[in-house]
């Protein structure tokens, strides 16, 4: 599983790095999520952590492949 984080519709709300801290980071300037994992790879131990990470985004920012 792959995911990433739509530049143009994360807000800043904070919900995925609070849900999976190890896969989401947030950016100094705006507060914005990126992905801290290598090409987006998730380890499969996280990948329920990621899901509920994108379904928890009020902006549906977090993209799952």
């Known amino acids: 599983m792959k995911v990433c984080v739509d530049p143009g519709l994360c807000q800043g ?3 995925c790095a609070m849900t999976a801290p190890e896969l989401f980071g947030l950016g100094d300037e705006d ?4 992905v801290l ?6 380890p499969p131990e996280l990948e329920d952590k ?8 009020p902006e549906q920012a977090i993209v799952l492949s």
Do not use: I, N
Request: aromatic share 4%.
């Open 37 to 42: 994992t290598e090409a987006g790879e998730v």
């Open 13 to 15: 709300h904070t919900l």
């Open 50 to 57: 990621a899901r509920e990470a994108a379904r928890s985004c």
């Open 31 to 34: 507060g914005h999520a990126y």
